[in-house]
């Protein structure tokens, strides 16, 4: 019975597997190898050799903000994370497991937080409207309102305060950055490690620097600077 409901599904499957944009994705794959290959016969020997990026990029899932094309750089260049609305949440293992990996294993030398202009994660977080599960990540973006209420509730278009939340939540997941332990024990260890604050305006494609790039840790909060002697207790 199990092996016949498999089947029927996988027959089902197999059906998907012929719409055009399904096969669009086959095609356009094949395209691409050929142009690689035209332009560097080496290319996917060399690829298969290892990665060495120096940059961790932690942008939106937004379809429209590929970190590899925004930034012109090439396969092996760029490790990446995205989620809703760029999002550093201290207790988001996928997250942290990049981090580490990125910091401690690959040691890149540039985190960077990618937010966008028009996002629609922000834009959800500012109403109060219920889209399902996803009240519950976004609800990291309403504390960060929370903390801007005031600036952001003096800016009567609907649009300009998206765009302004957009920036200070970028904003904030660099500070978020900065309180992890995998990048306070980098700085402690004097690894070559710098966090920054971008944001994409996807109508010109350009990006903008939010002027929030940090080395260490003193910007922040005493109890959010942690030190790394051992303790005997809590
Ligand atoms: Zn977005």
Same mark, same amino acid.
């Given at each position: 019975?199990?092996?016949?409901?498999?089947?029927?599904?996988?027959?089902?499957?197999?059906?998907?597997?012929?719409?055009? $944009?399904?096969?669009?994705?086959?095609k356009?794959?094949?395209?691409?190898?050929?142009?690689?290959?035209?332009?560097?016969?080496?290319?996917?020997? /060399?690829?298969?050799?290892?990665? @060495?990026?120096?940059?961790?990029?932690?942008?939106? @899932?937004? $379809?429209?903000?590929?970190a590899n094309?925004?930034?012109?750089?090439?396969?092996?260049?760029?490790?990446?994370?995205? /989620?809703?609305?760029?999002v550093?949440?201290?207790?988001?293992m996928?997250?942290?497991?990049?981090?580490?990996?990125?910091?401690?294993?690959?040691?890149?030398?540039?985190?960077?937080?990618?937010?966008?202009y028009?996002c629609?994660?922000?834009?959800?977080?500012?109403?109060?409207?219920q889209?399902?599960?996803?009240?519950?990540?976004?609800?990291?973006?309403k504390?960060?309102?929370?903390?801007?209420?005031?600036e952001?509730?003096?800016?009567?278009?609907?649009?300009?305060?998206?765009?302004?939340l957009?920036?200070?939540?970028?904003?904030?997941?660099?500070?978020?950055?900065?309180?992890?332990?995998?990048?306070?024990?980098?700085?402690? /260890?004097?690894?070559?490690? $710098?966090?920054?604050?971008?944001?994409?305006?996807?109508?010109?494609?350009?990006?903008?620097?939010?002027?929030?790039?940090?080395?260490?840790?003193?910007?922040?909060?005493?109890v959010?600077?942690?030190?790394?002697?051992?303790?005997?207790?809590?």
């Amino acid at each position: 019975m199990t092996t016949n409901n498999q089947n029927n599904g996988h027959a089902a499957a197999l059906a998907a597997t012929s719409s055009k $944009s399904y096969q669009l994705l086959i095609k356009g794959n094949r395209d691409w190898v050929e142009k690689q290959i035209t332009a560097d016969a080496d290319f996917f020997t /060399n690829l298969a050799k290892g990665q @060495s990026p120096e940059v961790l990029w932690i942008g939106c @899932s937004d $379809s429209r903000v590929p970190a590899n094309e925004v930034t012109g750089t090439r396969p092996g260049e760029v490790f990446v994370h995205r /989620n809703i609305a760029n999002v550093v949440v201290h207790s988001d293992m996928n997250l942290l497991s990049v981090l580490d990996y990125a910091v401690n294993v690959l040691k890149v030398k540039h985190v960077i937080v990618a937010g966008h202009y028009g996002c629609g994660g922000v834009a959800a977080a500012m109403s109060n409207k219920q889209f399902g599960l996803i009240d519950n990540w976004l609800r990291n973006i309403k504390d960060v309102y929370r903390l801007h209420a005031e600036e952001l509730d003096a800016i009567d278009d609907q649009n300009e305060r998206v765009n302004r939340l957009v920036e200070l939540n970028a904003m904030e997941q660099v500070y978020n950055l900065c309180k992890t332990t995998i990048v306070q024990n980098a700085w402690k /260890n004097g690894q070559d490690l $710098s966090v920054h604050g971008w944001v994409i305006d996807l109508k010109t494609g350009l990006i903008k620097d939010l002027q929030v790039s940090s080395v260490g840790a003193d910007h922040l909060g005493f109890v959010y600077q942690v030190n790394n002697e051992p303790v005997a207790a809590l």
